[in-house]
Nanobody
Framework: QVQLIESGGGLVQAGGSLRLSCAAS????????MGWFRQAPGKEREFVAA????????YYADSVKDRFTISRDKDKNTGYLQMNSLKPDDTAVYYC?????????????????WGQGTQVTVSS
């Protein structure tokens, strides 16, 4: 069983930065992926980024590539999402999640554990 707690959300102006954290309790297997998703009002939850817990291979949605950076600290059992050059379209509730398959998943339905979400609001 893995419990996830996100933090770091808030209100920021367009062009600004935020760093989200996802603290995990319980063991995350090396083959697992930690993903970040977001959900804006009236929209479906969408994939943002993912990282393989063991080797740190990273994957990004095209909409955030070159602006967001996903990372993890295995010693702290914590994942991070550094978000730079934020745009109003990035406004959403951001969730971290963990899935235990051996391959990258971008469908949120395939993730096993979820945090409660943290609100990110980008003003224009």
């Amino acid at each position: 069983q893995v419990q996830l707690i996100e933090s770091g959300g808030g209100l920021v102006q367009a062009g600004g930065s935020l760093r989200l954290s996802c603290a995990a309790s319980g063991r995350i297997f090396s083959s697992s992926f930690m993903g970040w998703f977001r959900q804006a009002p009236g929209k479906e939850r969408e994939f943002v980024a993912a990282i393989r817990w063991s080797g740190g291979s990273t994957y990004y949605a095209d909409s955030v590539k070159d602006r967001f950076t996903i990372s993890r600290d295995k010693d702290k059992n914590t994942g991070y999402l550094q978000m730079n050059s934020l745009k109003p379209d990035d406004t959403a509730v951001y969730y971290c999640a963990v899935e235990s398959s051996l391959t990258l998943r971008v469908d949120p339905r395939e993730y096993d554990y979820w945090g409660q979400g943290t609100q990110v609001t980008v003003s224009s």
